[in-house]
Protein backbone atom coordinates (compact mmCIF):
# COMPACT_ATOMS: atom_id res chain seq x y z
CA UNK A 1 0.00 0.00 0.00
CA UNK A 2 3.32 1.93 -0.61
CA UNK A 3 1.95 5.96 -1.81
CA UNK A 4 -1.18 5.27 -0.56
CA UNK A 5 -2.88 7.90 1.94
CA UNK A 6 -3.01 6.92 5.28
CA UNK A 7 -7.30 8.17 4.38
CA UNK A 8 -7.42 6.32 2.08
CA UNK A 9 -5.11 3.10 3.77
CA UNK A 10 -8.00 3.41 6.33
CA UNK A 11 -10.58 3.58 3.85
CA UNK A 12 -9.22 0.05 2.30
CA UNK A 13 -9.50 -1.85 5.74
CA UNK A 14 -12.70 -0.12 6.02
CA UNK A 15 -13.97 -1.72 3.14
CA UNK A 16 -12.12 -5.41 3.72
CA UNK A 17 -13.43 -5.65 7.37
CA UNK A 18 -17.02 -4.33 6.26
CA UNK A 19 -17.19 -7.07 3.35
CA UNK A 20 -15.70 -9.93 5.63
CA UNK A 21 -12.42 -9.92 3.27
CA UNK A 22 -9.97 -9.41 6.18
CA UNK A 23 -8.96 -7.49 8.92
CA UNK A 24 -6.32 -4.64 9.47
CA UNK A 25 -3.18 -5.43 11.34
CA UNK A 26 -2.59 -4.35 14.60
CA UNK A 27 -1.66 -0.64 14.98
CA UNK A 28 0.77 -0.83 18.30
CA UNK A 29 1.78 2.59 19.87
CA UNK A 30 5.53 2.17 20.28
CA UNK A 31 8.32 0.79 18.64
CA UNK A 32 9.15 -1.20 22.11
CA UNK A 33 5.28 -2.64 21.96
CA UNK A 34 5.92 -3.94 18.12
CA UNK A 35 9.60 -5.70 19.10
CA UNK A 36 7.51 -7.40 22.49
CA UNK A 37 4.82 -8.39 20.28
CA UNK A 38 7.05 -9.90 17.59
CA UNK A 39 8.93 -11.69 20.39
CA UNK A 40 5.85 -13.30 21.97
CA UNK A 41 4.05 -13.85 18.60
CA UNK A 42 4.69 -17.02 16.62
CA UNK A 43 5.44 -15.66 12.95
CA UNK A 44 5.04 -12.31 14.24
CA UNK A 45 5.94 -9.37 12.43
CA UNK A 46 6.10 -5.74 12.58
CA UNK A 47 7.49 -2.58 10.99
CA UNK A 48 9.71 -0.31 12.74
CA UNK A 49 11.13 3.20 11.85
CA UNK A 50 15.47 1.94 10.32
CA UNK A 51 16.68 3.70 12.99
CA UNK A 52 15.05 1.12 15.81
CA UNK A 53 17.56 -0.66 17.76
CA UNK A 54 16.45 -4.36 17.89
CA UNK A 55 17.33 -6.99 19.78
CA UNK A 56 19.89 -9.70 18.91
CA UNK A 57 16.96 -12.25 18.92
CA UNK A 58 14.59 -10.20 16.52
CA UNK A 59 15.39 -10.36 12.97
CA UNK A 60 15.11 -7.74 9.55
CA UNK A 61 13.45 -9.61 6.87
CA UNK A 62 13.36 -6.80 4.89
CA UNK A 63 14.49 -2.56 4.98
CA UNK A 64 12.91 0.12 3.03
CA UNK A 65 16.31 1.63 3.00
Not at 42 to 54: F, R
Amino acid sequence: MLGLTESRIRSFWVQMKFTGRGKPPLELETPEAAIAFVKTTPNGMAYVDANTILPSDVKVIFSLN
